[in-house]
């Protein structure tokens, strides 16, 4: 199954007013959907637009793996377990909360923020917290997430190249910056999508201005910044560039496989 979600349909959050804007793309806090709690392993999936003094002041997690990609800006972090760091552009930021760590994260420079943050279950609760910063990760091939039994590959796209989308019992594909269109393979089922562009408005939004295609199209489904994409049994399909892209894709295993 292929479910399409268009970043305006994020639910909005964070507080604006102190500088601090949110999209989540699952339930979260006040926006509880019980029919988008979690997909595979993945809990959370925010974008985060913090300006430039605004910040996240200290609190709490536990029994959680978060991982932190910046595009734009940098990220100050400090938690309980004495890590102070700070996270730049093409950096990738992994805390595993276990027991339990408390951290700050802000904004302590003079331009905007943009980061994406991804939280994800672990396949078992409890262990010591633990915390890494993989600098320049989108050159350094995917990334493995041995805890939530999950993997991260950081994709960067000229116009025309193309990146596959991987085999897997759960497929999360979030476009970061630019325009992408989804092939899926022959024998995929339609996407599932309450936002298709139709218009020629709409389809500009998608990539260069070319006629949308509909679902299931071997023209490929359009996605623009923010958009996001869930396959359930995923058997393959390709990303291909429109413009300069960059796309965040996790693999993860049906953790419900080792169940009895």
Known sequence: ??????????????????????????????????????????????????????????????????????????????????????????????LSSADGVRHVERNDGDVPLVFVQMWLAPLAPGGEPSYEVVRGA???????????????????????ESAPVPAADFAYVHVVRGTVRLLEPETAEEPEERGEPTGPEDARTAGEGAPAAGPGSRAGVPLAPG????????????????????????????WRKGLG
């Not at 806090?29 to 925010?46: I, K, S």
């Open 1 to 94: 199954m292929i479910r399409i979600q268009r970043s305006v349909e994020r639910y909005p959050g964070g507080d604006p007013a102190a500088g601090i804007e949110t999209r989540h793309a699952l339930s979260f806090g006040p926006h509880y959907d019980p029919d988008n709690l979690r997909f595979g392993a993945l809990l959370a999936c925010n974008e985060e637009r913090l300006a430039p003094g605004a910040g996240f002041e200290e609190h709490p997690h536990s029994h959680t793996e978060i991982v932190t990609w910046v595009v734009e800006g940098e990220l100050t972090h400090h938690d309980s377990a004495g890590h102070t760091t700070v996270v730049r552009p093409g950096d990738l930021q992994r």
């Open 227 to 254: 958009d996001a994409v869930r396959i359930t049994g995923a058997t393959g399909g390709s990303l291909v560039a429109t413009t300069g892209a960059e796309v965040l894709v996790w693999e993860m295993r049906d």
């Open 138 to 160: 989108g050159d350094s091939g995917p990334y493995d997430l041995p805890a939530a039994d999950a993997r991260l590959r950081v994709h960067r796209l000229g116009p025309g």
